[in-house]
């Protein structure tokens, strides 16, 4: 069955960087974009980026790019998220997800597996 464990979540201070983990199995994971989302208390999930399957498109949302890096390692099955110059405001629960075929999605609704989430904390 497919399965997408993240992992790397903590605290950091302001500034800081931060690097999350997705490792997926169960299924053939170079056939497929991988996203991540992120959650803060009382509010929306929201898209923050998205890989391609090839690994040669990116999307991110507007207040994360040029801070936050996705990328792809095929052979270990995994995705990344490399967070530099975080903000308190990027506080949430992260989630990986995988897109329903390998284009790049930015809504929920071209996802169709979910992680369980690693919590995020921006804090001084």
Same mark, same amino acid.
Request: glycine residues 12%; contains cysteine; hydrophobic residues 30%.
């Given at each position: 069955? %497919?399965?997408?464990?993240?992992?790397? +979540?903590?605290?950091? /201070?302001?500034? @800081?960087?931060? #690097?999350?983990?997705?490792? *997926?199995?169960?299924? %053939?994971?170079?056939?497929?974009?991988? +996203?991540?989302?992120? /959650?803060?208390? @009382?509010?929306? #999930?929201?898209?923050?980026? *998205?890989?391609?399957?090839?690994?040669?498109?990116?999307?991110?949302?507007?207040?994360?790019?040029?801070?936050?890096?996705?990328?792809?390692?095929?052979?270990?099955?995994?995705?990344?998220?490399?967070?530099?110059?975080?903000?308190?405001?990027?506080?949430?629960?992260?989630?990986?997800?995988?897109?329903?075929?390998?284009?790049?999605?930015?809504?929920?609704?071209?996802?169709?597996?979910?992680?369980?989430?690693?919590?995020?904390?921006?804090?001084?």
């Amino acid at each position: 069955q %497919v399965q997408l464990v993240e992992s790397g +979540g903590g605290l950091v /201070q302001p500034g @800081g960087s931060l #690097r999350v983990s997705c490792a *997926a199995s169960g299924f %053939v994971f170079r056939n497929y974009a991988m +996203g991540w989302f992120r /959650q803060a208390p @009382g509010k929306e #999930r929201e898209f923050v980026g *998205a890989i391609s399957w090839t690994g040669t498109i990116t999307d991110y949302v507007d207040s994360v790019e040029g801070r936050f890096t996705i990328s792809r390692d095929d052979a270990k099955n995994t995705v990344y998220l490399q967070m530099n110059s975080l903000k308190p405001e990027d506080t949430g629960v992260y989630y990986c997800a995988r897109a329903r075929n390998g284009r790049v999605r930015t809504t929920m609704e071209g996802y169709d597996y979910w992680g369980q989430g690693t919590q995020v904390t921006v804090s001084s």
